[in-house]
């Protein structure tokens, strides 16, 4: 290893307060998620008053829009967690049903959280009435500051950490899993994938979608901004698989890399399996959209 950058000194917990023999603690990875909701919010709330970025009238109002949150939340962490369960540790849940609850112990998948959101989102417009290629844009657009914060979080938790480099910008990150690098001698760098992450889904994917837009004009053509959105992410997310470490479940002597499905001398992690059908989806959509009259 020749340069790194040690891991700094963050508590995963902001604070913690004990009443009577129970400890409640705020998290910074909670905190992400509440503060990421409320800013997708808040910018939701100032796109449906603005004129003349819809074609015709925006799709829901901004009551409809504070009952949508609640639904928001549910699809978010039942999808993400169910996510989780199915797509990277399916036998171990089969056998211990009773750890799904245990969300506290970690296991969150993006892309099960983006089909649980996705099903709360149809089922809303069936009862109110509101346009699904609207609302899904209002939401595709809201999403990238969660994902940015998501990711700060995972990387002060010191966890979803990438594969070992010696760039001068990898970190030295915590744990005996961290510092389990074969063939290394010395401490072990990783790449922050957490934080590549946060740059290509959260800052870069979020400006090109809200220039989309707000001025561009791509809400008058519904469900653009959803294709755009699943394409950037299956595409950003697929780029980062090559530097994030695979799931330990999938790493194996014979396959050291963590290979969900293997090709010869080449892969692809499960990460990369689940993002290329968002990938090819989100262009389709976008473009279908974007060729439909207005």
Request: a positive charge; proline letters at 7%; aromatic letters at 12%.
């Amino acid at each position: 290893m020749l340069a790194a950058i040690p891991f700094p000194n963050i508590s995963p917990e902001i604070f913690t307060v004990e009443i009577g023999s129970v400890a409640f603690s705020l998290r910074w990875y909670a905190l992400a998620y509440i503060v990421g909701i409320l800013i997708g919010w808040r910018i939701a709330a100032r796109a449906l008053t603005v004129p003349g970025l819809w074609h015709g009238q925006a799709p829901m109002t901004s009551k409809q829009l504070d009952d949508l949150l609640a639904w928001i939340i549910v699809g978010i962490l039942a999808g993400g967690r169910l996510g989780y369960v199915l797509f990277y540790q399916p036998a171990h849940y089969l056998a211990n049903p009773a750890d799904i609850l245990m969300v506290w112990r970690g296991g969150m998948s993006f892309h099960g959280g983006f089909l649980g959101v996705a099903v709360v989102l149809f089922a809303f417009s069936r009862r109110t009435g509101a346009d699904l290629g609207g609302i899904a844009d209002v939401l595709a657009f809201c999403v990238p500051p969660g994902l940015f914060l998501g990711r700060l979080a995972n990387f002060v938790n010191a966890e979803l950490w990438g594969r070992p480099t010696d760039v001068p910008w990898g970190v030295v990150f915590p744990g005996h899993a961290a510092q389990d690098c074969p063939g290394v001698t010395g401490l072990c760098a990783r790449h922050p994938s957490q934080l590549y992450e946060a740059a290509l889904e959260g800052i870069l994917l979020g400006l090109l979608l809200l220039h989309l837009a707000f001025r561009r004009g791509w809400l008058k053509s519904p469900w653009a901004v959803t294709g755009m959105f699943l394409a950037g992410y299956g595409a950003s997310r697929f780029l980062i698989e090559f530097f994030r470490q695979a799931d330990p479940q999938f790493i194996s002597p014979d396959n050291p890399l963590g290979h969900a499905i293997r090709l010869g001398e080449f892969g692809l992690s499960m990460g990369q399996v689940l993002s290329l059908p968002m990938l090819a989806a989100g262009i389709a959509v976008a473009i279908l959209a974007r060729r439909r009259p207005a």
